[in-house]
């Protein structure tokens, strides 16, 4: 559980899209559960991919060791992101489709 520890943005991201999709398959709300559940697990699979892009980078400086999670972009980090911000603009066309008179 350490690994998800919140103590990056894209962690706070996935996060939020799990807290997301729990809620819009568990309880009724004022706007509809699809476009929830479509932004949650857009934002869920976004943060996975910015995880992805961000891998632990240690080395050593002297007698010194550093540790940093700089982007160091991959394919299927890029991937991720891009079916993460798909799946959250389809959960938001969803809810302004609805929200149209």
């Given at each position: 559980?350490?690994?998800?520890?919140?103590?990056?943005?894209?962690?706070?991201?996935?996060?939020?899209?799990?807290?997301?999709?729990?809620?819009?398959?568990?309880?009724?709300?004022?706007?509809?559960?699809?476009?929830?559940?479509?932004?949650?697990?857009?934002?869920?699979?976004?943060?996975?991919?910015?995880?992805?892009?961000?891998?632990?980078?240690t080395?050593?400086?002297?007698?010194?060791?550093?540790?940093s999670?700089?982007?160091?972009?991959?394919?299927?980090?890029?991937?991720?992101e891009?079916?993460?911000?798909?799946?959250?603009?389809?959960?938001?066309?969803?809810?302004?489709?609805?929200?149209?008179?």
């Open positions: 559980m350490k690994s998800l520890a919140l103590d990056h943005w894209y962690k706070v991201v996935i996060w939020i899209g799990v807290a997301a999709m729990g809620l819009s398959l568990t309880i009724p709300l004022q706007v509809p559960n699809l476009a929830v559940l479509l932004m949650g697990a857009g934002a869920f699979i976004f943060g996975i991919g910015q995880w992805i892009n961000h891998p632990l980078q080395r050593m400086a002297g007698v010194y060791k550093l540790s999670h700089n982007r160091l972009t991959s394919a299927g980090g890029i991937v991720a891009v079916v993460g911000l798909a799946i959250l603009s389809a959960g938001i066309y969803v809810l302004l489709k609805r929200a149209a008179f």
